[in-house]
C-alpha cells in the first residue's frame, strides 16, 4: 500500500461558519492552516475560508 501524505481537509466559512468545501493539502510540505477565498452559498459572497479539524 502506498503511504499516502495528502489528507482531506474541510474548509469552513469564517462569517457563517458553515462547512462548505473539502480540499487535500500536503502536511509535511505545508505547516500552516490553508486559507482560500471561496464562494459561499449561505452568505452569498466571496469569504475567507479556513481549515478546521
Known sequence: ?????NNKVI??????????YTTTRNKVNQNERLELMKFCRKC?????????K
Open 44 to 52: 452569498n459572497k466571496h469569504t475567507l475560508h479556513r481549515e478546521t
Open 11 to 20: 474548509l469552513t466559512c469564517t462569517e457563517c461558519l458553515s462547512r462548505n
Open 1 to 5: 500500500m502506498a503511504n499516502n501524505k
